[in-house]
């Protein structure tokens, strides 16, 4: 219903409503447990730090799976093609017939010869500039550049070529690429064991803050037990400032692991032509964590949130079924 | 409404405190439990209202066996005790208000539904000026009404004080007696743990003595 068709009783209802909401807000009754009662700075302190150290290995294990797929996918869409040199043997030739050979192959999308010039830039940190590669018996490339769609069989591929040219050896990189995906996945599951560790640590600091708690307030649960009060109603209590110190220590350690992350990206954007950057983008590629990690990060703010509640309300549902018939009026 | 039966308590592997109480705690009775100092008055009382279970004998509560309450049946059974402890204990961070509407807060009902119940309880028991005043400013007898009112808001089948006139004078001690004379007559039963024999001796009524562990019942 639009805002013109209302009657001015309705109008009115709805105000009086919204005042008494408003009202009741105002007036919300004492909490049981006085939120002084909790300890809640060094818990806030060491959940913010585990969240921050979480959330960095979470960043970190994304940044080195994405860079691993992107290492994995730049590599598979380039074969080389290495001729050995021989007594003998016509060089530009060979490399000719061998890019000839491999251009022909189905899934083989082009082949480039690496001139002399860039074969000498890629042997200048061993051998020293103005390198004449007549005098040196160096080994020569052929780039393959292949569909990654339909990449071809490799192994029939080689057998081709080397009936045409003997001398030629093809590398698909796959030693190479399984190594680096072995690394990557080594650290993806160490960085997932940390983050299990961390997440280990929290819940354990947050059973010893609830007991913590509970001894503290030992009265009120007393007081509470006697009235009639069920184990759920009390742990709620204790629940709610633990979920409320969680997320504070969630939030802020998240936040400042966010600004991390941020701030590195932007330097290494701003830093592009540097070399320290270009180490980076290297090994990283772009120092971003992307939308994907930016979400992991604020479902990892969530998860300690929820989990500092949950571990805190199991907490004290256990300890009150120790103290509870035993005597929780002990004086 | 309570029965015990040749029930015995000892703490650890100590000797019994308590041995071979046999009573029953009938339907809107007045009783008083007596004795000396460390005879075991507090142990019995715990015992009572399902803080403590005994070592030994069988003890019905609500008819009720106590040996196979689960912890779930508790608060329930507790819900229908009334109990007001020698030191109070009120919640010092609540008013007078809160404090005796704490046992209706805690099953859940909104505060509409007794915000008027509880002012009328704290004005019978002669605290209508002290309605929000922190237990902190309170006198003793002031916190003992209130702790008196916290026992009786949810109107208890069974009414256990220990020592209700241990922290006053005797002028407010007899008003306190009359309070609970009151609640009796409208019905519920009342269990006085009291050594203060002056008071006794105002009202006739049933009396359980401990004496080393063992109880004598005086009708």
Do not use: C
Not at chain 1, 208 to 223: D, H, L, P, Y
Not at chain 1, 275 to 294: C, H, K, N, T, V
């Amino acid at each position: 219903m639009a805002m013109s068709e209302m009657s001015p009783s309705a109008g009115r209802s709805l105000r009086d409503r919204l005042e008494k909401w408003i009202g009741r807000r105002g007036e919300r009754p004492t909490p049981i447990v006085p939120p002084a009662n909790v300890a809640g700075q060094a818990l806030v302190t060491v959940i913010a730090i585990m969240t921050f150290l979480a959330s960095l290995t979470l960043g970190g294990v994304m940044l080195v799976s994405d860079a691993a797929s992107s290492w994995q996918s730049q590599i598979a869409r380039e074969i080389t093609i290495q001729i050995m040199p021989a007594d003998g043997l016509d060089m530009a030739a060979t490399l000719a017939r061998a890019r000839a050979a491999i251009l022909a192959q189905p899934g083989v999308t082009g082949a480039s010869v690496m001139d002399d010039a860039a074969t000498g830039r890629l042997l200048e940190p061993w051998l020293g500039e103005g390198l004449d590669l007549d005098e040196l018996p160096v080994p020569r490339l052929v780039i393959v550049s292949i569909d990654e769609g339909a990449p071809p069989d490799f192994a029939a591929l080689r057998t081709r070529l080397q009936a045409e040219v003997p001398q030629a050896r093809l590398d698909d990189h796959r030693a190479f690429v399984d190594r680096l995906v072995a690394m990557a996945q080594a650290v993806v599951l160490a960085g997932l064991a940390i983050l299990g560790l961390v997440l280990a640590a929290t819940v354990l600091t947050v059973v010893f803050a609830t007991r913590g708690a509970m001894s503290g307030n030992r009265q009120i649960i007393e007081v509470l037990h006697f009235v009639g009060a069920q184990a759920g109603f009390i742990a709620a209590q204790f629940q709610r400032h633990f979920l409320k110190l969680g997320l504070v220590g969630a939030l802020s350690g998240g936040a400042a692991a966010l600004v991390v992350f941020a701030v590195v990206g932007t330097w290494t954007r701003a830093n592009e032509a540097t070399p320290e950057a270009d180490q980076i983008r290297a090994l990283f590629g772009s120092f971003a964590i992307g939308w994907s990690g930016y979400a992991a990060i604020v479902a990892l703010v969530a998860t300690v949130g929820a989990l500092t509640a949950l571990t805190s309300r199991m907490t004290v549902v256990r300890q009150l079924a120790a103290i509870d018939m035993i005597s929780p009026v002990e004086s | 409404m309570i029965r015990f039966e040749n029930v015995g308590l000892r703490y650890d592997m100590g000797p019994e405190v308590l041995r071979d109480l046999s009573f029953e705690i009938q339907k809107k009775s007045f009783q008083f439990l007596t004795g000396p100092s460390g005879a075991g008055k507090s142990s019995l009382l715990r015992m009572l209202f399902l803080a403590l279970k005994p070592t030994r004998g069988l003890i019905t509560v609500l008819g009720r066996d106590v040996a196979t309450l689960s912890r779930a049946d508790l608060p329930s059974i507790r819900r229908r005790i009334g109990v007001v402890f020698q030191d109070f204990r009120l919640l010092d961070h609540m008013t007078t208000y809160e404090n005796v509407a704490l046992p209706l807060r805690v099953r859940g009902r909104s505060e509409d539904s007794y915000r008027q119940d509880v002012v009328d309880l704290i004005q019978w028991v002669g605290l209508g000026e002290r309605l929000h005043a922190y237990p902190v400013v309170l006198s003793g007898g002031e916190k003992q009404r209130a702790a008196i009112a916290r026992a009786l808001i949810d109107r208890p089948d069974v009414l256990l004080a220990d020592e209700p006139t241990g922290n006053v004078d005797p002028p407010l001690a007899r008003r306190l007696l009359r309070l609970f004379m009151e609640l009796n007559r409208s019905g519920t039963a009342v269990v006085i743990a009291t050594h203060d024999l002056g008071l006794m001796e105002q009202v006739e009524a049933r009396r359980m003595v401990l004496s080393d562990g063992r109880l004598a019942v005086y009708d």
